[in-house]
């Protein structure tokens, strides 16, 4: 008897789950909340350290930022377990929506200002510091609604296209997908080690980060869903080399590997996206007929 099997209630006469089924991926969903509190707990706690002066700021940044990457991890189970064990449900997507809103975008919004420009030079003067602060408070906000955006979008629309499609039998996201985005500022973070940022044009390079991922998140670019790869298939010998080779370098190099992961999936919409652009500028699509339409074919 398979795992599903076991799941099944034998009493259901339409096969339906036993109720210890529905409550799996409602736990990684609940875990999922938790990391994403402990998070902004840490940047809380990072921020007051170094405020201090004493140290140790360093490490509680890094632990905000690796609590966020295993919430990444954990937000891509719940769901597959939740299909796996055919337990999906209103209540489910909507948990999940709130339990990202708060792990991928108050949590790392929170991060980026405590790490990213609360300890740039104290010497400067309070007319320079003043404005990147206040800018600051301003984009991270603006990163907050733009992931809270993404989610309402993403739970009410049905087999969105984005505006470069793709193959027909691959899935993407339209939009950079908010995990994405809070793995990126989190990766970036645990690769400094937790240092904050101090220098004053690098702290404004990291707003510029902000926005950027801000709007990739609301816009209809093209990313790859990794939702089309089932636990139930049988892959071949050279993709489990490959993910073993994967795992041993993440446990081994960590900080450089995952760091290159967030950064080359970041950038694959963006690639795609002006490889497109190129695309349709060299190989320009033929000019519409200059007879009219047939109103039943005419887009309105």
Not at 78 to 97: H, K, L, N, Q, W
Not at 129 to 145: D, E, S, T, V
Request: proline share 7%; aromatic share 12%.
């Amino acid at each position: 008897m398979t795992l599903r099997d076991r799941l099944i209630d034998p009493r259901s006469p339409d096969r339906r789950p036993r109720r210890v089924a529905y409550a799996l991926p409602t736990l990684f969903t609940a875990g999922n909340i938790f990391l994403g509190y402990i998070s902004v707990l840490r940047s809380f706690r990072g921020a007051m350290v170094a405020a201090a002066g004493s140290a140790g700021a360093a490490d509680q940044f890094a632990v905000a930022a690796v609590a966020i990457g295993i919430a990444v991890f954990t937000d891509g189970l719940d769901g597959s377990i939740a299909r796996f064990t055919r337990t999906t449900s209103d209540f489910g997507r909507e948990m999940d929506s709130l339990a990202d809103v708060i792990s991928f975008g108050l949590a790392p919004a929170v991060l980026a200002v405590a790490w990213g420009v609360q300890f740039i030079e104290p010497a400067l003067s309070a007319a320079i510091r003043r404005p990147i602060f206040n800018a600051a408070y301003f984009i991270a906000f603006l990163f907050l609604l733009c992931g809270a955006a993404r989610l309402a979008r993403f739970n009410i629309q049905k087999n969105p296209v984005p505006k470069n499609p793709g193959r027909p039998d691959r899935k993407y996201f339209v939009g950079l997908p908010i995990p994405a985005g809070a793995g990126l500022i989190a990766a970036i973070v645990y690769a400094s080690g937790g240092d904050p940022i101090v220098w004053p044009p690098l702290a404004i390079a990291w707003l510029g980060l902000l926005l950027l991922l801000g709007f990739l998140m609301v816009s209809t670019w093209r990313y790859y869903s990794f939702k089309g790869i089932s636990l139930n298939k049988a892959y071949s010998t050279l993709i489990l080399v490959l993910l073993g080779g994967l795992i041993y370098a993440i446990v081994t190099y960590g900080r450089t590997v995952l760091l290159a992961m967030a950064v080359a999936y970041v950038g694959s919409g963006i690639v795609i996206r002006i490889g497109g652009i190129i695309r349709r500028r060299l190989h320009p699509s033929p000019p519409h007929p200059s007879y009219p339409l047939d109103p039943e074919h005419e887009v309105g």
